[in-house]
């Protein structure tokens, strides 16, 4: 089992900064790739970046250049960070973090999300 914590939603003008972060929890161990993915109303989850526990990462393509995903591999707990800037009205969602287990059994965990709000 793994537990996903989310923190730092809010509301931010447009143009701005914000930092996600994630405390996984449990069997940390067996985390295998995390990610954040977002939900804005009437549209489907996506995900927005994803990061391996070498470090090797991938962006969608609307957040490339913006935003930064990063990973803090810790002693009984994983953090996962996402560095959000220049942040644009479209950026407005909840932001949900993403873990897969590779042991027992091949799985994924998520939080309960968080919402960034961006306004004009």
């Known amino acids: 089992q793994v537990q996903l914590v989310e923190s730092g939603g809010g509301l931010v003008q447009a143009g701005g900064s914000r930092r996600l972060s994630c405390a996984a929890s449990?069997?940390?161990?067996?985390?295998?790739?995390m990610g954040w993915y977002r939900q804005a109303p009437g549209k489907q989850r996506e995900l927005v970046a994803e990061?391996?526990?070498?470090?090797?990462?991938?962006?969608a393509d609307s957040v490339k250049g913006r935003f930064t995903i990063s990973r803090d591999n810790g002693k009984n707990t994983v953090y996962l960070y996402l560095q959000m800037n220049s942040l644009q009205r479209e950026d407005t969602a909840v932001y949900y973090c993403?873990?897969?287990?590779?042991?027992?059994?091949?799985?994924?965990?998520w939080g309960q999300g968080t919402q960034v709000t961006v306004s004009s």
């Open positions: 993403h873990a897969v287990v590779s042991y027992p059994l091949r799985r994924g965990y």
């Open positions: 990061i391996t526990g070498g470090g090797s990462t991938n962006y």
């Open positions: 449990g069997s940390i161990f067996s985390i295998d790739i």
